[in-house]
């Protein structure tokens, strides 16, 4: 069997489960992952014939494929602004949306010399380790209060030669306030779908990624970010920021809040899918006097 032809067999087995789309995107994302070559020099080899540990790999990813497990937890790794990351079941797979707040924190501090980051509830560490890769002159910290997710983000640094401060704290719980330091920067993707939005996902997520790190109670849906702004006002540097992911029915919600609390030049940023994805805030001088 030909490389080729074994592409064409694993899209014909993915096509019924995912669609004509997904399951091309699948099996590229799949093969590209696995075959380790450039693109280009993959094409080169696609009518040569399949070696023994390619099949073995692609025999032991499809079962788990077809019964609708993320391919990046199939694979063990994916992609976040040009970074490798591992990661696998209990930790949440980063998505393409938060890329673009990493990107927006980018353009505003590329040329400062000096900043203090607080990353709340990395998971993989994807932001935090982003910011990082991209703004070396930062110290950065990343906090999470699952052991998994701890275990996973200190991996990726350690895999990507970057250092950050990782360390167990609940955002929830002030007592741990005491752990933190001061911060130019506060940024955090936390649990906002509401359990009413259950729904409106798709099973690969419903029922492999963690629970905790995406949800929340839709009679509270602002629990996260009303502790975070809490916590922010006393743990930000003068003029810091707070920079935040959110669901996008939450924005008016969100930014007021930050208002109410203290912070001026409050922004509400739209994601490449058009949709209010962030919102960001300084906290003025005077809240701190």
Same mark, same amino acid.
Request: with cysteine.
């Given at each position: 069997?030909?490389?080729?032809?074994?592409?064409?067999?694993?899209?014909?087995?993915? @096509?019924?489960?995912?669609?004509?789309?997904?399951?091309?995107?699948?099996?590229?994302?799949?093969?590209?992952? @696995?075959?380790?070559?450039? /693109?280009?020099? =993959?094409?080169?080899?696609?009518?040569?014939?399949?070696? !023994?540990?390619?099949?073995?790999?692609?025999?032991?990813?499809?079962?788990?494929?077809?019964?609708?497990?993320?391919?990046?937890?199939?694979?063990?790794?994916?992609?976040?602004?040009?970074? $490798?990351?591992f990661?696998?079941?209990?930790?949440?797979?980063?998505?393409?949306?938060?890329?673009?707040?990493?990107?927006?924190? *980018?353009?505003?501090?590329?040329? !400062?010399?000096?900043?203090?980051?607080?990353?709340?509830?990395?998971?993989?560490? #994807?932001?935090a @380790?982003?910011?990082?890769?991209?703004?070396?002159?930062?110290?950065?910290?990343?906090?999470?209060?699952? $052991?998994? #997710?701890?275990?996973?983000?200190?991996?990726? #640094?350690?895999?990507?030669?970057?250092?950050?401060?990782?360390?167990k704290?609940?955002?929830?719980?002030?007592? /741990?306030?005491?752990?933190?330091?001061?911060?130019?920067?506060?940024?955090?993707?936390?649990?906002?779908?509401?359990?009413?939005?259950?729904?409106e996902?798709?099973?690969?997520?419903?029922?492999?990624?963690?629970?905790?790190?995406? *949800?929340?109670? /839709?009679?509270?849906?602002?629990?996260?970010?009303?502790?975070?702004?809490?916590?922010?006002?006393?743990? @930000?540097?003068?003029?810091g920021?707070? =920079?935040?992911?959110?669901?996008?029915?939450?924005?008016?919600?969100?930014a007021?809040?930050?208002? $109410?609390?203290? *912070?001026?030049?409050?922004?509400?940023?739209?994601?490449?899918?058009?949709? !209010?994805? *962030?919102?960001?805030?300084?906290?003025?001088?005077?809240?701190?006097?």
């Amino acid at each position: 069997m030909t490389n080729c032809q074994l592409e064409k067999q694993v899209y014909e087995q993915l @096509l019924p489960v995912y669609g004509r789309n997904e399951a091309l995107s699948m099996q590229r994302f799949l093969f590209s992952a @696995l075959h380790g070559k450039p /693109d280009h020099e =993959w094409l080169l080899h696609r009518n040569a014939e399949v070696s !023994e540990a390619l099949k073995k790999q692609i025999e032991k990813a499809m079962p788990l494929l077809l019964n609708q497990m993320p391919i990046q937890y199939v694979i063990g790794k994916t992609w976040f602004y040009d970074l $490798e990351l591992f990661v696998e079941p209990g930790v949440l797979i980063p998505r393409p949306e938060t890329e673009e707040l990493v990107r927006e924190i *980018f353009i505003k501090h590329q040329h !400062e010399k000096s900043l203090e980051i607080l990353d709340i509830g990395t998971g993989s560490g #994807a932001i935090a @380790l982003a910011i990082s890769s991209k703004l070396p002159f930062a110290k950065v910290s990343a906090i999470d209060f699952s $052991e998994k #997710a701890l275990a996973v983000s200190a991996k990726n #640094a350690q895999n990507l030669n970057l250092t950050i401060n990782i360390f167990k704290a609940d955002i929830l719980n002030q007592k /741990d306030y005491c752990k933190f330091g001061k911060y130019n920067i506060i940024v955090s993707n936390p649990p906002y779908v509401k359990e009413s939005e259950k729904e409106e996902m798709q099973p690969n997520v419903l029922d492999y990624e963690p629970f905790e790190a995406l *949800f929340v109670s /839709d009679s509270d849906p602002l629990l996260f970010y009303r502790a975070i702004t809490g916590f922010a006002a006393s743990h @930000l540097l003068e003029m810091g920021e707070v =920079w935040f992911e959110i669901n996008e029915s939450e924005a008016g919600n969100v930014a007021t809040l930050l208002t $109410e609390s203290g *912070f001026g030049n409050v922004r509400i940023y739209t994601d490449f899918k058009g949709k !209010e994805r *962030f919102v960001s805030g300084i906290l003025n001088v005077r809240t701190q006097e």
